[in-house]
């Protein structure tokens, strides 16, 4: 992840270099602090240099549980990504999510075009996380309405990655958006909510083959049979796990048939396929699931 060139001129005479930052991060559209008591403010983001010196000298692997958590807010660009994996690492999760919404908090409103790494870490981590509070601290970050650009887009994987459940309501400005890459991660959030596949066609006739693929795997993991014959197409293009289990769950006794043959040209989604099989009530399928697991 590429830094702004502002950042890099930190090493100069402070006064010059934090001029240079604060003249080009004005220019930049700003977000809403959501996370602060009160009325929704702007927040500062210059750390002072006191406060990076003292981070820059230590070392994450060496800290205490106690002393990593405190030093997620204050970590920068050279220690924040060691610092979220020593969290993950270590299993602290619940115990970082303060620190890690602070962190974020710290760099609101900047970043939009060209985001900072520890926007990503921050956001990442939750994402990784996963657990209630981590998917609540997320959904406050992607309510905001400001935000916009690169950091949206990353915001919701990682919220998607938690699981975090959003109403098709709010994701229908997400569907709609410029951006494919937000379109993409939209229409998986989508089948948490289980749209009327007319909501999920838009995404189906897409022009972006992201946005494609990922409206029909929502539609197949949703039962509707109308995604069968994209998902096909999409398995003979570009195979992956998810696209195979979202066919499984809408394919007819011909496409099942066809899944058996290529699974037995595939082996990295035989066993997804044999075990999908076996389950079902027909002893046909049963019969194939259990030669493709070497065991009928």
Known sequence: MSIEPARKNMSLDPSIAGRRKREFRDKEPRQLNLFESGPAIFTDVKPSPDVQNEIRD????????????AAIPKSGPHNVREICDQILGRGLNDKAIPGLVQLWNRLTGYGITNPYIEQICSIETLGKIGSDNARDA???????????????????????????????????????????????VAYSMAERVSPQFTVLHAGIADADSNVRRAALIAAGNLGYEQAMDGLL??????????????????????????????????????VIIADDLIQREDPKFVKIGMRLKGTG
Not at 58 to 69: F, N, Q, R, V
Not at 238 to 266: C, H, K, M, Y
Request: aromatic residues 4%; hydrophobic residues 40%.
């Open 233 to 270: 197409s999409e398995l003979r293009k570009v195979p992956t796990s998810r696209i195979v289990r979202a066919l499984l769950e809408v394919a007819d006794e011909e496409t099942i048939i066809s899944l058996g043959r290529f699974a037995d040209q595939n082996e990295d989604y035989r």
């Open 138 to 184: 997320l959904s406050k970050i992607i309510a905001n309405p400001a935000l916009a650009g690169v950091v949206l887009s990353r915001a919701l994987e990682a919220a998607n990655d938690a699981g975090c459940r959003i109403s098709l309501k709010r994701l229908e400005r997400w569907l709609g958006h410029d951006s494919p890459r937000v379109r993409t």
């Open 58 to 69: 230590m070392k994450p692997g060496s800290m205490t549980d106690e002393e990593l958590i």
